[in-house]
């Protein structure tokens, strides 16, 4: 099968002084059409382009539009039921990501492409009795609430024909992430269609997660740096700086390195405020493009995510800490995640 085409020829559609030469050509415009579909990023191609598009072009736009506020709307009632639930249980949560940030940051909500599933922040003395409120609704937990705290980031619920919920007790990175205790006392209401009224992080933290995410993530989806730059670039200075001093705070000055390499790389612009002052890292020359190329080539789903990868992404991921000292802690981490994975001794018969 040939190669996806880079989702980087999207970037002249996208700019504040769009070029649509490229959706003139026909060859140009099935391969446009294929990343956008394939990156998730075919809502906001066909948004940006409609008014400037064929007329067999725009049945295509007004397709994909139709069918991404469909997608919306069921992500709306999705959370507005799972909120439902972990209300009347007495769970105070905080909705992370989803559908609310297309009501917030984007020209119309079901831009922002659909969630598969609905990432919640729960303080850590509540996990117990969150996932026990899914529990009784029909959810099964994809992991023991130790193996979650010690392991991961979150703990998943899954039920079918829903999507899975993932409770955050940090925003990312597993055991190294922010913990999410921290971010209530500065959260923010957001009403919901439904009548129901969400609470969200507040403007830094929202960017943080959105930071932390894309890195966690290998910086492999062009959608999740589409959409930071978005925000970031309507982000003030002050909430910038906050921002980036949070981040270096919580051990992350690798993560601010790499996004600004990725900035310049996709979007040719810069990322960092010129006045920021980022520590160095123990491996700081090792930030580079090779690097960031590297992170985002060891992602993969399904079939694909062979042990070779695994172990190869994990020793990247290692590259990517601040210190030397958080590089033995996430040593140690990897190989409790190892040790946890392992198939149990055979019993010798008797």
Not at 110 to 136: G, H, K, N, P
Not at 154 to 180: C, F, K, Q, Y
Not at 188 to 206: F, Q, S, Y
Not at 251 to 263: G, Q
Request: net charge neutral.
């Amino acid at each position: 099968m040939p190669d996806v085409p880079s989702p980087e020829l999207l970037v002249p559609l996208l700019r504040d002084s769009p070029d649509f030469s490229g959706v003139r050509t026909p060859a140009q415009w099935a391969a446009i059409q294929e990343v956008a579909v394939t990156r998730r990023m075919a809502a906001v191609v066909a948004y940006a382009i409609r008014e400037h598009a064929s007329p067999e072009q725009r049945r295509w736009c007004d397709q994909t539009l139709a069918h991404a506020w469909r997608r919306h709307d069921e992500c709306i009632r999705q959370l507005d039921y799972v909120l439902g639930l972990l209300s009347e249980g007495g769970i105070e949560v905080l909705c992370l990501k989803g559908p609310i940030l297309g009501r917030l940051h984007f020209p119309l909500p079901f831009l922002r492409r659909a969630s598969v599933d609905i990432d919640l922040a729960v303080r850590d003395s509540d996990l117990e009795r969150a996932a026990l409120v899914l529990t009784q609704n029909g959810y099964c937990q994809e992991s023991t609430i130790l193996e979650a705290r010690t392991t991961s980031h979150h703990l998943v619920m899954s039920i079918d024909n829903r999507p899975r919920v993932e409770l955050h007790t940090r925003l990312s990175h597993a055991t190294r992430g922010v913990p999410v205790d921290e971010l209530f006392h500065r959260a923010e209401h957001h009403p919901l269609p439904t009548g129901r009224v969400a609470r969200i992080p507040g403007p830094a933290d929202e960017l943080l997660g959105l930071l932390l995410h894309l890195a966690n993530d290998r910086f492999s989806s062009f959608f999740h740096l589409f959409e930071f730059r978005r925000i970031w670039r309507r982000a003030d200075d002050k909430l910038r700086h906050t921002v980036v001093q949070e981040a270096i705070k919580h051990h992350f000055s690798a993560v601010l390195w790499l996004t600004e390499i990725a900035m310049r790389s996709v979007w040719n612009e810069p990322f960092l405020p010129t006045d920021a002052i980022v520590p160095r890292t123990w491996l700081q020359n090792r930030l580079n493009l090779t690097l960031l190329n590297e992170l985002a080539g060891t992602v993969a789903g399904g079939d694909k995510r062979t042990l070779a990868l695994r172990l190869r992404g994990r020793w990247l991921d290692l590259q990517t800490t601040d210190t030397v000292a958080d590089a033995i802690k996430m040593l140690a981490l990897i190989i409790r995640v190892a040790l946890r994975e392992l198939p149990p001794p055979l019993t010798p018969a008797r």
